[in-house]
């Protein structure tokens, strides 16, 4: 009897574990990070350029050079990757880029009954392109009439500084007040069907980047200087953070 109950369990066991892995829309590439989030190397990306909803593959429309220049800035702020594992507890992740002040991440955490704000901000922004060659333009011969030949040299005079200190690393104590409100700021602007990535650019303004990991699902959300209630997310981090930073 106490056999036919182990072997009854046991299934439930094997069943149970397969309706979660199946609802379970985390790659877990270990080519990109271990199960704690932690990068390969610091050529990681930070967002995928596919998402696994259920049964459906979205692309997000992240271009390389964005994609480095987003994972640069989390891997100098030791961050953890978000899409790739469940890291164990919910996490909604706000990485805040200005084109004149220093970059900041803000991390609001829920794990079982206890709910935090992590605040990290870094010293400089992440130079992501060496200086472009020097190009040279030559004179024609004397007499020459035709037009002046073009040197571009090989040599670069100055390589890009992709590394930056994080001179902030903070943490507050939330209720379940607070994350059940931003959550609702969250449901307001449709964050989980909102598309990763849409057309509105700018020269200068900022990047507001919002990620939702949670135990079974994975988003994102890049907005360049929003004016929803996108931004109402981003500005109740900020808030709530105590940071007092230029807002654009």
Known sequence: MKSAIYILLGFLFISCNLKQSKND????DAKVSDSNG???DSLSFYFPAIIKKDTTFIKTGFDSLTNNWYSKTLYAAQEPILYNYYLGHDIYRFL??????RPVVISINKDGAKIWLSIKAL???IDIADILPQITFLLPASGYS???KVKMSIEQNTKADRKANLILNNTIALSERDWVEFENLLKNCSFWT???????LGIDGSEWIIEGHLKNKYWVVNRWSPENVFREAGLFLIKKSGL?????
Do not use: H, T, V
Request: no cysteine; hydrophobic share 25%.
């Open 25 to 28: 829309n985390y790659p877990k």
């Open 38 to 40: 932690k990068p390969k």
């Open 146 to 148: 035709g037009k002046p």
């Open 244 to 248: 007092e930073e230029k807002i654009y």
């Open 123 to 125: 010293n400089k922004q």
């Open 194 to 200: 909102m598309a990763p990535i849409d057309s509105r």
């Open 96 to 101: 805040w880029l200005r084109a004149f002040s």
